[in-house]
Nanobody, 120 residues
Framework: QVQLVESGGGLVQPGGSLRLSCAASVSIRSINTMGWFRQTPGRQREMVALMRNDGLTNYAASAKGRFTISGDNAKNTVYLQMNSLKPEDTADYYC??????????????WGQGTQVTVSS
């Protein structure tokens, strides 16, 4: 079982920055992929950024050039640095952990979410 605890959400003006944190209860080196997703009411949860434990990252088109996912192995924490925020970035942001136990079996975990509101 893996617990994920997000923090860092809040209210920010357009053009501002926020850094989200996701603290894992296990070593993030043991997690194959960690990522950030977001969701707004009435819409499906969408991927924002992913990071494999070998460091490879992937971003949604809307996040490229503005958001950066990174990890601190010593703190077992993954971050999402969000710059140049726009009102359309307003959403609940969720941390995700994916662990592959075998070629055909995996476990997936979610945090409780943190709210980000971009508004003047």
């Amino acid at each position: 079982q893996v617990q994920l605890v997000e923090s860092g959400g809040g209210l920010v003006q357009p053009g501002g920055s926020l850094r989200l944190s996701c603290a894992a209860s296990v070593s993030i080196r043991s997690i194959n992929t960690m990522g950030w997703f977001r969701q707004t009411p009435g819409r499906q949860r969408e991927m924002v950024a992913l990071m494999r434990n070998d460091g490879l990252t992937n971003y949604a088109a809307s996040a490229k050039g503005r958001f950066t996912i990174s990890g601190d192995n010593a703190k077992n924490t993954v971050y999402l640095q969000m710059n140049s925020l726009k009102p359309e970035d307003t959403a609940d942001y969720y941390c995700n952990a994916l662990i592959y136990d075998s070629i055909s079996s995996h476990r997936e975990y979610w945090g409780q979410g943190t709210q980000v509101t971009v508004s003047s």
